[in-house]
């Protein structure tokens, strides 16, 4: 069994940074897409960035501009870089690895945007 870890997550100013990495517990074959997902209080899950195999990234409108995922193939790991963060963006963080025959999920990175 895969386990995904996250960090990077936690408490920053309006307008402020944080980096969220996710680090898969061993090596992964056939990944398709690994992406970031978030979920706020009283919301459903959302998609925010996602990267395929081949690079190809996208990014949900609220996000665009300020946001940018990346990866390591070697490491698989996944990094999303939050920039110019708002109290909207406040939300539990889940690392997602999807392959040809799985999704792995990761266990969410608390990140909180003070006004």
């Known amino acids: 069994q895969v386990q995904l870890v996250e960090s990077g997550g936690g408490l920053v100013q309006a307008g402020g940074s944080l980096r969220l990495s996710c680090a898969a517990s061993?090596?992964?074959?056939?990944?398709?897409?690994m992406a970031w997902h978030r979920q706020a209080p009283g919301n459903q899950r959302e998609l925010v960035a996602s990267?395929?195999?081949?690079?190809?990234?996208n990014y949900a409108e609220s996000v665009k501009g300020r946001f940018t995922i990346s990866r390591d193939r070697a490491k698989n790991t996944v990094t999303l870089q939050m920039n110019s963060l708002k109290p909207e963006d406040t939300a539990v963080y889940y690392c997602?690895?999807?392959?040809?025959?799985?999704?792995?999920w990761g266990q969410g990175t608390q990140v909180t945007v003070s006004s």
């Open positions: 061993r090596s992964i074959h056939s990944i398709v897409t």
């Open positions: 997602n690895i999807v392959g040809t025959y799985y999704n792995y």
């Open positions: 990267i395929t195999y081949s690079s190809n990234t």
